[in-house]
């Protein structure tokens, strides 16, 4: 059985964020935030809701129980005082935390992910099938010889 390591995470995340763009409602600010106090501009994709929540639920599912604050850290940034001049040294920024959580939320309202009471979320056992069941797929259809040892 193919588990969701045994397929590159970048496209496990593009076939996953497929799946969840009809479960999951982009909220309204979105449009109007930054995804961490180090970026100068929203994100310009249309599916960036999606994927993130994609990039979350395979995050969680690695390295889980995992808390909003870790995830701050792992989606941040490095800045030099901005992106158009290096004016100083490096200095590292974390990610937006209201994306993440309220990400999280949804997908926990979608119960794929579920809250380790002091711990952070943790994956459930539908969240683990969605992402073993999509790199199955993904699996199938990549075409590349260094991988079929794995189906």
Same mark, same amino acid.
């Given at each position: 059985?193919t588990?969701?390591?045994d397929?590159? %995470?970048e496209?496990l995340i593009?076939? $996953?964020a ?5 479960e999951?409602?982009?909220? &309204?600010?979105? @449009?109007? #935030?930054?995804t ?5 501009l929203? *994100? &310009? ?6 994927? !993130?929540? %994609?990039?979350?639920?395979r995050?969680? @599912? ?7 604050e !870790?995830l701050? /850290?792992a ?7 901005? /992106?158009?001049y290096?004016?100083?040294p490096k200095?590292?920024?974390?990610? #937006? ?5 309220? %990400?999280l939320?949804?997908?926990?309202? @979608?119960g794929?992910?579920? /809250? @380790?009471?002091? !711990?952070? !979320? ?6 683990r099938a969605l992402?073993? &069941? /999509?790199?199955e797929? $993904?699996l &199938?259809?990549?075409?590349? *010889?260094?991988?079929?040892?794995? %189906?």
């Open positions: 059985m588990t969701l390591y397929v590159p %995470a496209d593009e076939a $996953v497929d799946e969840l763009e009809d999951l409602e982009a909220p &309204e600010w979105l @449009a109007y #935030s930054k961490g106090t180090g970026r100068e929203p *994100p &310009e994709q249309d599916d960036f809701w999606s994927r !993130r929540a %994609a990039s979350l639920l995050k969680v @599912a690695v390295d889980g129980p995992v808390g909003v !870790r701050r /850290t989606y941040g940034n490095s800045e030099n005082g901005s /992106t158009r290096r004016v100083r200095h590292k920024q974390d990610g #937006s935390g209201n994306v993440i959580r309220t %990400a939320q949804q997908l926990e309202d @979608a794929y992910i579920e /809250t @380790a009471e002091g !711990r952070g !979320r943790t994956i459930t056992g539908d969240g992402l073993d &069941e /999509t790199a797929d $993904v &199938e259809s990549l075409d590349r *010889p260094e991988l079929e040892r794995y %189906a």
